[in-house]
């Protein structure tokens, strides 16, 4: 199975949820349509500033708890990882 990219992603948020991704990164967005939205969020999001921000700014079990993904190739059974770091949240 392929994974999806991070633009597929987003197209399947509301824009409502885009927005609220937007702002969590400090992105202006400009566009108002969500194939728009989601476009800008992954031109954004690709910069190494901005992971540098968000990473900077995650604590530090968060930071454990992707270092832990990587280091599985970014694939892990979701009963491990969530018994092993919780349950993740929906944002928005």
């Given at each position: 199975m392929a994974l999806r990219t991070l633009y597929q992603a987003l197209l399947d948020s509301d824009p409502a949820r885009l927005r609220i991704i937007a702002m969590l990164w400090q992105i202006t967005l400009k566009g108002t349509r969500k194939a728009d939205m989601a476009a800008e969020?992954?031109?954004?999001m690709a910069s190494?500033?901005?992971v540098a921000r968000i990473w900077d700014a995650l604590p530090e079990e968060q930071r454990a708890a992707i270092e832990d993904l990587l280091r599985?190739?970014?694939m892990q059974p979701w009963k491990i990882f969530t018994r092993r770091w919780g349950?993740?949240?929906t944002l928005g």
């Open positions: 969020l992954v031109d954004a190494a500033e901005a599985t190739g970014g349950d993740v949240r």
